[in-house]
């Protein structure tokens, strides 16, 4: 799956930013164990809001992505600020057709019927200048099946994939849309002819793959990312 950012380099520049050099104490400074900071780095899914936490004077851009100055008082320019004339990096929202449409539709985590359909116009617009392409939209996700790649309540960007299913590389995340439910899932096909196999990241039992016939699916989209709601 493809990210806004490495997970690992921002946990690095966090390092960097404390002056530490080992993981030990780099999860006493984010209050939790190594076992569970050695999980965020095995599966590429951080907890944000405790990252965040320890950037009261770290610039955001910089933690993100590598680029300006390591602090806020250097003078970078922050989301939402134009001095400096620096291209912001960090995603923006706006209602003035910048960027690609926000759909406040949900894409389970799981295979629950899915009553709201609010596909017609979008709620806002994301301005990020790697999703800003033609086909991408934005939508939410709820549910926990895909955890910890995907969490409940993440916004993802998606793009419309048009080739036949059995075309598209298999093992990647993509949005399937069915007459009754809409749902996030890893794609291969199955042993049975005519069908895919979705297979969730959450490995608790209550969440197992399922195969269904390609010839329910309506709409296929790839998932070409995630991130937490930062405004």
Request: hydrophobic share 35%; glycine share 8%.
């Amino acid at each position: 799956m493809k990210t806004f950012y490495s997970k690992q380099d921002v946990l690095n520049r966090l390092k960097e930013a404390y002056n530490i050099q080992k993981d030990t104490d780099l999860a006493g400074l984010l209050g939790i164990s190594k076992s569970t900071l050695s999980n965020w780095v095995s599966r590429d899914s951080l907890d944000y809001d405790k990252v965040f936490s320890k950037c009261e004077h770290i610039n955001i851009d910089w933690l993100l992505t590598g680029r300006g100055s390591m602090l806020k008082s250097e003078g970078v320019p922050l989301m939402g600020d134009k001095e400096g004339g620096k291209e912001e990096v960090l995603p923006e929202i706006n209602y003035e057709y910048k960027g690609a449409p926000y759909y406040n539709v949900d894409f389970i985590g799981g295979f629950d019927l899915v009553l709201n359909d609010q596909t017609r116009n979008p709620d806002y617009y994301i301005n990020f200048a790697p999703y800003n392409k033609e086909g991408v939209i934005w939508c939410n996700i709820t549910g926990h099946s895909m955890e910890p790649e995907l969490n409940n309540g993440d916004f993802i960007v998606m793009k419309e994939m048009h080739s036949p299913i059995q075309y598209l590389p298999a093992g990647e995340i993509y949005g399937i849309i069915t007459e009754d439910y809409r749902t996030v899932k890893r794609i291969r096909m199955a042993d049975q002819k005519g069908f895919v196999r979705l297979i969730p990241t959450n490995k608790s039992p209550e969440y197992a793959e399922q195969e269904i016939p390609v010839e329910m699916i309506r709409k296929v989209y790839a998932v070409l990312g995630s991130m937490h709601r930062l405004f």
